[in-house]
């Protein structure tokens, strides 16, 4: 097998990876970065149909190239996809694609990174894999429910036309868990359980929150970086919410986004059905 002598090796090809990127190139520094997927920012498309991101545009770009679309508007995956394809093309990053590292060594005083298509010999490996889009963590429980039951994880969820009628349980209750089970709502009885993560106060895209956000922004990167901080986070966040007595987690009051589905979810308001209590037990 071929080995390829380099400084540095980039692993992944997102937001880090890219970004990091930049950095060795206007230094001047020689490296490669490399990515599993077959085209930038697919991590991004994979995602369901109406994912948008909770931070407005002018808060999106890499360094060096803003992301293109309005302030105070919130970009969909298709687009964030797009842009990071387009920030790589526009420096003339050096990205290998489909090349999935498979292990990573140290052999005397340099790194020896192994992927499915070659190797390569450097002095540093920076580890951008991330987080998102990865193998799915499944609980052992879905083998003990009724195979009648259809069973997502939220990688191959796209949108409520997959599921069938009937209720929904959605586990989990970040960034996708609460995207998800407001969106399957609108059509479903949705329950949606999990630690309680707390609730961004304004909704998203209201004029309240354009003075909210800057003010989140100094919270996370400068208060909740520092030990301790995680409380200051929580009472952030959670800042008017209904105390779901941090068991199960039911998206009742304003949608951040999207006032119709709010109402909607309230009707469908689990919490007063029975889940909430049989939650809590
Ligand atoms: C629903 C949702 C909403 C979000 N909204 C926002 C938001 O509004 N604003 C925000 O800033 N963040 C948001 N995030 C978080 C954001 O997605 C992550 O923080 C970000 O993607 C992390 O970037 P990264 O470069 O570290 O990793 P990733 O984007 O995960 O990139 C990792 C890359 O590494 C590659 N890779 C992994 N393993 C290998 C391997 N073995 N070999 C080769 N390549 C490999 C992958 O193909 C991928 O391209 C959101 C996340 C979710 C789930």
Redesign the pocket.
Same mark, same amino acid.
Request: hydrophobic fraction near 35%; charge should be neutral; proline fraction near 0%.
């Given at each position: 097998m071929e080995t390829i002598e380099i400084e540095t090796v980039i692993?992944?090809?997102?937001?880090? #990876?890219?970004?990091t990127g930049y950095h060795l190139q206007r230094r001047g520094r020689p490296y490669v970065i490399?990515?599993?997927?077959s085209r930038?920012?697919?991590?991004?498309r994979r995602?369901w149909d109406t994912?948008?991101? /909770? $931070?407005p545009a002018q /808060?999106?770009s890499l360094p060096g190239l803003p992301f293109p679309a309005r302030k105070w508007t /919130?970009p969909g995956k298709d687009q964030?996809g797009d842009y990071l394809d387009t920030y790589a093309r526009h420096f003339e990053l050096p990205v290998t694609l489909e090349?999935?590292?498979?292990t990573l060594e140290r052999e005397d005083e340099q790194y020896v990174v192994t *992927?499915d298509r070659g190797r390569y010999r450097c002095d540093n490996v920076v580890v951008? *894999? #991330?987080?998102?889009?990865?193998t799915p963590q499944v609980p052992a429980i879905p083998d003990q429910l009724d195979p009648a039951i259809l069973q997502l994880h939220?990688s191959e969820y796209r949108r409520p036309g997959q599921l069938r009628g009937g209720q929904v349980l959605v586990v989990g209750a $970040?960034?996708?868990g609460t995207?998800i089970a407001f969106e399957v709502a609108e059509t479903h009885l949705t329950i949606l359980a999990g630690r309680d993560c707390g609730q961004i106060p304004p909704r998203l895209e209201s004029r309240r929150m354009r003075l909210v956000f800057p003010m989140l922004l100094v919270a996370w990167r400068h208060i909740v970086t520092r030990s301790g901080a995680a409380a200051c986070l929580r009472v952030l966040a959670t800042g008017g919410g209904p105390d779901t007595g941090g068991e199960v987690r039911v998206p009742v009051g304003d949608d951040y986004r999207n006032p119709r589905r709010a109402s909607h979810v309230r009707r469908l308001d689990v919490s007063r059905r029975g889940a909430g209590r049989g939650a809590r037990r």
């Open positions: 692993i992944g090809a997102g937001q880090a #990876g890219l970004a490399l990515d599993a997927n930038l920012g697919d991590n991004w995602q994912l948008k991101l /909770y $931070s /808060y999106d /919130y964030v090349t999935r590292v498979q *992927t951008a *894999t #991330g987080r998102f889009g990865r939220s $970040s960034h996708s995207d």
